[in-house]
């Protein structure tokens, strides 16, 4: 029933952008912190980017900062991830993720590879 479908990614050239997407279902999304996590080849799993529950408070890695942005949409149960400046070492399967009262939940990932 708790659900999180990530969509968005794709091949992209260094300096191009690209805009990725959560759809939640199955829980109460505006109770729930939302975040962006990202997983490369030989590479443990990362922290991108988290919002609040009421996108009050948002947080970057610092490899991330300044090209990244984070934004939810409450009323569509959707969370974003606007990507910018994208370079050859943002390329990683990027997970969606819901720390909410009854625990966390994980998207099934999408791929972005940014490449020439």
């Known amino acids: 029933q708790v659900q999180l479908v990530e969509s968005g990614g794709g091949l992209v050239q260094p300096g191009g952008s690209l805009r990725l997407s959560c759809a939640a279902s199955?829980?109460?999304?505006?109770?729930?912190?939302m975040s962006w996590h990202r997983q490369a080849p030989g590479k443990e799993r990362e922290l991108v980017a988290a919002?609040?529950?009421?996108?009050?408070?948002?947080n970057y890695a610092d490899s991330v900062k300044g090209r990244f942005t984070i934004s939810r949409d409450n009323a569509k149960n959707t969370v974003h991830l606007q990507m910018n400046s994208l370079k050859p070492e943002d390329t990683a399967v990027y997970y969606c993720?819901?720390?909410?009262?009854?625990?966390?939940?994980w998207g099934q990932g999408t791929q972005v590879t940014v490449s020439s």
């Open positions: 919002i609040t529950s009421t996108g009050g408070y948002t």
């Open positions: 199955g829980f109460i999304f505006s109770s729930s912190t």
């Open positions: 993720n819901a720390l909410g009262p009854r625990g966390t939940t």
